[in-house]
């Protein structure tokens, strides 16, 4: 039993127990870690990148990917790659970048693994054009408890393909996948700024990106009301090429996240602080384009070692929900909501699906308004906000994130997730989370 | 002219890093470094399937990789290994056994494999590889021993001893190779946190390396000039002390 696995969210006290493979066949030791504990149902942990309890078992055990993280195969003329799926984002761009390829879809950490990325059916700043990352994912493999591992792809055995993208773990122990990468020039991009106020502003910037751009993604002010109620940045870009023209002129670093602050600093007059220094950090009216480095464009908290500490030690929420294209009127109310309640956090992000749909049977993607947003965890107070906020999203017919949740009660998983039924002759009869136990139940 | 240089380069081109125990997770880490500065690496492991996972990483990596499956306790097919090998220029010696020393204690069979494989073994590869490089004056040796080594402990006294040995061994055949234009670079790393050291208790957590890091260390020493290293580097003045404890005094400590 050990402390080290938790989520990134610290969503719970509870010890994990788990088996730390080191070659892909020593999964097959599960049967004598059952034999040691004295119970059966197991789940795959990879970095720990989940915010809520998805990646946690407190009931079984873990088995801990983080040394399966091989490659097997780089195709560097066609940009196919094999790895082990303990294998991180990280560790794959590392290699594929000096040979000009990319990850067809960046989630916001370069530290989730492979097979964490497939299991949660994440999605990046680019949704509206490409889909999910599970859309090029061509083959994996998924050791399931009765000790075959099988292999599927989109034409072999899809059925358990399906069901394993964003299939959260629970179809087995996914061992190794093959990805399409996409070709890049440049590990640059050229980012275009915009400021908007209002979520009609930032719909017609959005739809207006559509096309012309292949990522785009908006920092949104959660704290203030008034005139300043729903402003933010949006941001829009393409990987640099030969082709793009910059206005160098205006390339500055970004503002510095003031991350150094203990986590007692953090309160309503200091997050509203930062909210309206980021904005105003942004030059008024006029868009400007700057070039920026992937790392700092997709993964700009991975700079911060460690940032969910901020929060201390209680951790914190983060609610990510979808509502459905036509319902940004609900999303304007549950914004009034979070600002009223003072409980807002200075890391909001909005980003609208487009309507490229995923194989996965639960992928969370789907057309409409996503917001993402962190809560320092209040104790009650921050519980009762975000069951207010589920029971609304769920009347808009949207949906919440499982990798991001801890309290999505059963009814709102089935509401979310229609393909459930589906999914469930798919589970592996050993394989568990503590998430699947409250949202199964 | 260019075409005579090409026909002549080939020394380089034929001759390739060795690394003995290629599997194991220290190997796995150094290989992945090595690989990054374009070496040609011929990997050697007993078992097949591990050998040929490590050989498709380091591939998919960009090195150019041979392998060879072996059983390095079998002596007497050291030199057949060897020949097939074929020229060699450095050489990486991983591999090695962490014995049940309980068991040891009340089964001579237990220690003599654990010797065989610890010293025994890689002794013989060591005098032909020697052989070998000395003969066309130049080429680098390492071996990994360990802080064990350097005294013997009640607890672990039977890897110590073939892990010391092998220390002594090494000096003796840098001393003998120094003239020839061969370097022996000895190391000694501490606790690594491996499929060796599984079972191991991580405790006090400071001690414990990752592979990556004694790897890391090594590497720096193969392109610097050290006969011996001790890796993290603490393990040097805490083995000097720990080897500076007078025998009187040892006794009583249960280490």
């Known amino acids: ?441 | 002219m260019a075409s005579v240089a090409i026909r002549e380069a080939p020394t380089d081109a034929k001759t390739s890093v060795v690394i003995f125990g290629a599997t194991s997770a220290l190997a796995q880490a150094t290989a992945r470094q090595l690989a990054e500065r374009g070496l040609r690496l011929h990997l050697v492991a007993r078992n097949a399937e591990k050998l040929a996972s490590v050989a498709a990483d380091l591939s998919a990596r960009g090195a150019s990789i041979n392998t060879t499956q072996a059983d390095l306790d079998q002596i007497d097919q050291h030199d057949q290994l060897l020949d097939s090998i074929g020229g060699i220029e450095e050489c990486w010696f991983f591999y090695g056994v962490l014995p049940d020393q309980q068991q040891c204690e009340i089964d001579w069979q237990a220690t003599a494999t654990a010797l065989h494989t610890n010293f025994t073994s890689t002794a013989s590869l060591l005098t032909r590889v020697a052989n070998q490089l000395a003969s066309r004056n130049r080429g680098l040796i390492v071996v990994v021993s360990s802080v064990a080594g350097d005294r013997g402990r009640g607890s672990n006294y039977v890897y110590g001893s073939a892990k010391g040995a092998l220390a002594l061994f090494c000096q003796g055949l840098r001393n003998r190779l120094a003239p020839h234009g061969v370097r022996v670079l000895t190391v000694k790393p501490g606790f690594i946190d491996t499929p060796m050291t599984a079972h191991v208790e991580k405790k006090p957590a400071a001690l414990w390396a990752t592979p990556e890091r004694v790897a890391n260390d090594m590497l720096k020493a193969r392109d610097g000039r050290r006969d011996v290293l001790y890796t993290p580097w603490f393990w040097q003045p805490i083995m000097c002390v720990i080897r500076s404890i007078p025998e009187r005094v040892f006794k009583g400590l249960s280490l």
């Not at chain 1, 075959?148 to 964003?166: E, H, K, M, Y």
């Open chain 1, 1 to 441: 039993m050990t402390d080290k696995y938790r989520s990134w969210g610290f969503a719970t006290a509870s010890r994990q127990r788990a088996i730390v493979p080191r070659w892909a066949p020593e999964i097959e030791q599960f049967p004598k870690a059952q034999e040691q504990w004295g119970n059966h149902s197991r789940l795959a942990f990879g970095r720990g990148r989940s915010y809520g309890d998805s990646c946690l078992n407190s009931a079984g055990y873990l088995v801990d990917t983080s040394a399966l993280s091989r490659f097997i195969h780089f195709d560097r003329e066609t940009g196919n790659l094999s790895a082990e799926a303990g294998i991180t984002l990280g560790q794959i761009l590392d290699l594929v970048i000096p040979a000009g390829w990319f990850l067809p879809v960046s989630p916001g950490t370069r530290y989730a693994t492979l097979g964490g990325a497939i299991a949660n059916d994440v999605h990046g700043k680019n949704h509206h054009v490409d889909g999910t990352f599970g859309r090029f994912v061509s083959r994996l493999s998924v050791h399931r408890s009765n000790g075959q591992t099988v292999d599927c792809s989109p034409r072999s055995r899809s059925d358990l393909f399906n069901a394993t993208i964003g299939g959260l773990g629970l179809t087995g122990v996914i061992t190794r996948a093959s990805l399409h990468l996409i070709p890049i020039t440049s590990d640059q991009l050229a980012v275009r700024f915009d400021r908007f106020r209002g979520i009609d502003q930032f719909m017609s910037l959005s739809s207006g990106c559509h096309d012309s751009h292949q990522y785009s993604v908006a920092w949104l002010d959660c704290v203030s009301r008034g005139k300043n109620f729903a402003r933010g940045v949006f941001m829009s870009a393409n990987h640099l090429d030969e082709r793009t023209t910059l206005d160098l002129t205006r390339t500055r670093k970004r503002i510095g996240i003031p991350f150094s602050l203990p986590s007692r600093i953090l309160n309503k007059y200091t997050i509203g602080a930062f909210n309206s220094a980021y904005y105003l950090a942004h030059k008024p009216r006029h868009a400007r384009t700057v070039c920026q480095h992937y790392k700092s464009f997709f993964y700009p908290l991975d700079a911060i070692g460690n940032w969910n500490r901020i929060y201390g030690t209680r951790g914190f929420h983060q609610y990510q929900f979808v509502v459905p294209p036509g319902a940004e009127s609900v999303l304007e109310t549950l914004l009034k909501k979070i600002v009223s309640s003072g409980a807002g956090s200075f890391l909001a992000v909005l980003k609208e699906f487009g309507t490229i749909k995923s194989p996965g049977l639960l992928s969370f993607p789907r057309p409409g308004l996503c917001l993402a947003l962190d809560f320092a965890d209040r104790g009650d107070a921050t519980v009762q906000l975000i069951r207010a906020l589920d029971l609304q999203v769920r009347e808009a017919g949207g949906a919440a994130y499982p990798a991001k949740d801890r309290l999505m009660p059963a009814e709102s998983f089935r509401a979310y997730f229609p393909r459930l039924n589906e999914f469930l002759p798919h589970v592996d009869p050993e394989s568990s989370s503590d998430f699947w136990r409250r949202v199964s139940g």
